[in-house]
Nanobody, 120 residues
């Protein structure tokens, strides 16, 4: 009933930039905290950044000063601006959202991921 769809991934050179987008759709009553996670090959999924419904932001230490998370509540979207990309940023990036549906259920939803590859 609720879906999150990521876009914007791709191949970039070290030092380059990408902007990821995530659109939430469906029977959404309210959007709570939204976040971006990454999962590198053979590793566990890790939090990159989160933003509450009121705009309180948290970043992983590894991306502070390089990545910026933002949201547009009117469009049910969250973004991740990634700058100064490094090869170690290579991973699948997943959108995550704490959502209350119209029927009153509160659940955490995940997108299917978008691949980011940083390589020369």
């Amino acid at each position: 009933q609720v879906q999150l769809v990521e876009s914007g991934g791709g191949l970039v050179h070290p030092g380059g930039s990408l902007r990821l987008s995530c659109a939430a759709s469906g029977s959404i009553f309210s959007l709570g905290t939204m976040a971006w996670y990454l999962q590198a090959p053979t590793k566990q999924r890790e939090l990159v950044a989160s933003i509450t419904s009121r705009g309180i932001i948290n970043y992983a230490d590894s991306v502070k000063g390089r990545f910026t998370i933002s949201r547009d509540n009117s469009k049910n979207m969250v973004y991740l601006e990634m700058n100064s990309l490094k090869p170690e940023d290579t991973a699948v990036y997943y959108c995550n959202a704490d959502i209350i549906t119209v029927s009153g259920l509160r659940r955490i939803y995940w997108g299917q991921g978008t691949q980011v590859t940083v390589s020369s």
